[in-house]
């Protein structure tokens, strides 16, 4: 990080700490621990078993998006690593961890590998996205409105990418012309546009991205749910999705501090206290959910380490062919 970007930086990691520190105080810090610790074990067993389901599902995905070069086991390390990373790394920087796990588990080029990676990050958006339309028709009248907000807001995000797609062709015509720092970032782009090419070209492919990113979120909010119960606040299972939905917009502002700690209990308290919850208990619970979250992400990423350090396999004969081609594309 330059000295222009730690200028840029800190100020964010401050306020970043700040409001976290905010939110613990008004959440009450006894409160918290006393939720947390007083979590039934079952249910945290429970949470757990759900947390690794999606881990794998996420995993899978993963090997879907990269094809054949990446076979499944290295994919559920790579992104057990990388999501442990992006959760506790400040301003969302941890995510950069899939380029190097990705290039040590035999996916070269740094292009690719972030080709991929934001692949999965618009499957994600996308899931999301009809995620977010559900729990707000399932909230009643004014999910309803919700609801056809995001709706439309799909078909925009669909409408970029088409839109994108073609004033990429456009540009690449003047890709020789164009000067050193825009050809990088138009190759990178072309890149990408690559990446969701090959993936729509092969339907069963995508939809199987797209539905296991679904019910990866899906689990998310299961997960969540389990944690609740066990710390014995019983709120409605489509409140706990529209506040995990809350939860995970917050985490996207890369102003963490710590852990992801502060915007996601700012995003999860204010869907929740729209619902009527109140905003101390919604807190509470926040940082105490998010503590254990954490944990088990812990654990699987310490469980993943040794198998994503592994020497990748060689390279067969059919897959050095593949690669030749694409560059030569």
Request: proline letters at 5%.
């Given at each position: 990080?330059?000295r222009?970007?730690r200028?840029?930086?800190w100020p964010?990691?401050?306020?970043?700490l700040?409001?976290?520190?905010?939110l613990?105080?008004?959440a009450?810090?006894?409160?918290?621990?006393?939720?947390a610790?007083?979590?039934q074990?079952?249910?945290?067993?429970?949470?757990?078993?759900v947390?690794?389901?999606?881990?794998?599902l996420?995993?899978l995905?993963?090997?879907?998006?990269?094809?054949?070069?990446l076979?499944?086991?290295?994919?559920?390390a790579?992104?057990?690593?990388?999501?442990?990373?992006?959760a506790?790394?400040?301003?969302?920087?941890?995510?950069?961890?899939i380029?190097?796990?990705?290039?040590?588990?035999?996916?070269?080029?740094?292009?690719?590998?972030?080709?991929?990676?934001?692949?999965?990050r618009?499957?994600?958006?996308?899931a999301?996205?009809v995620?977010?339309?559900i729990?707000?028709?399932?909230?009643?009248?004014?999910?309803?409105?919700?609801?056809?907000?995001?709706?439309?807001?799909?078909a925009t995000?669909?409408?970029?990418?088409?839109l994108a797609q073609?004033?990429l062709?456009?540009?690449?015509?003047?890709?020789?012309?164009a000067?050193?720092?825009?050809r990088r970032?138009?190759?990178?782009?072309?890149?990408?546009?690559?990446?969701?090419k090959?993936?729509a070209?092969?339907?069963g492919?995508?939809a199987?991205?797209?539905?296991?990113s679904?019910?990866?979120?899906?689990g998310v909010?299961?997960?969540?749910?389990l944690?609740?119960?066990?710390?014995?606040?019983t709120?409605?299972?489509?409140?706990?999705?529209?506040g995990?939905?809350?939860?995970t917009?917050?985490?996207?502002?890369?102003?963490?501090?710590?852990?992801?700690?502060?915007?996601?209990?700012?995003?999860?308290?204010?869907?929740?206290?729209?619902?009527?919850?109140?905003?101390?208990?919604?807190?509470?619970?926040?940082?105490?959910?998010?503590?254990?979250?954490?944990v088990f992400?812990a654990?699987?990423?310490?469980?993943?380490?040794?198998?994503?350090l592994?020497p990748?396999r060689?390279?067969s004969a059919a897959?050095?062919?593949?690669?030749?081609?694409r560059?030569?594309?």
């Amino acid at each position: 990080m330059n000295r222009i970007d730690r200028r840029r930086a800190w100020p964010l990691l401050v306020f970043g700490l700040l409001l976290a520190a905010g939110l613990l105080a008004v959440a009450r810090p006894q409160r918290v621990v006393q939720l947390a610790t007083g979590a039934q074990p079952s249910g945290l067993a429970a949470a757990f078993v759900v947390t690794a389901a999606v881990a794998a599902l996420r995993g899978l995905r993963l090997k879907v998006v990269v094809g054949r070069s990446l076979d499944s086991l290295r994919a559920l390390a790579v992104h057990a690593v990388t999501q442990f990373s992006a959760a506790v790394v400040p301003m969302r920087l941890g995510e950069a961890a899939i380029l190097p796990l990705l290039h040590r588990a035999g996916v070269p080029g740094l292009l690719r590998g972030v080709s991929v990676a934001v692949t999965v990050r618009l499957l994600d958006l996308l899931a999301l996205l009809v995620w977010a339309t559900i729990a707000g028709v399932w909230l009643g009248a004014r999910g309803v409105l919700a609801g056809m907000v995001l709706v439309i807001a799909v078909a925009t995000v669909l409408g970029v990418a088409a839109l994108a797609q073609k004033l990429l062709a456009a540009a690449a015509g003047r890709y020789r012309h164009a000067s050193p720092r825009w050809r990088r970032v138009l190759r990178q782009a072309l890149q990408v546009r690559a990446e969701l090419k090959r993936l729509a070209a092969t339907p069963g492919r995508a939809a199987a991205a797209m539905a296991l990113s679904l019910a990866a979120w899906g689990g998310v909010w299961g997960v969540t749910v389990l944690l609740v119960q066990a710390m014995g606040l019983t709120w409605p299972a489509a409140s706990v999705l529209w506040g995990t939905l809350g939860a995970t917009l917050g985490a996207a502002l890369p102003i963490n501090a710590v852990g992801n700690f502060g915007t996601m209990e700012a995003g999860w308290t204010a869907a929740l206290t729209a619902l009527g919850i109140p905003a101390d208990q919604a807190l509470a619970a926040g940082f105490a959910t998010h503590a254990w979250s954490l944990v088990f992400n812990a654990a699987l990423a310490a469980a993943a380490v040794p198998l994503s350090l592994r020497p990748p396999r060689a390279p067969s004969a059919a897959s050095l062919a593949t690669r030749k081609a694409r560059r030569s594309a």
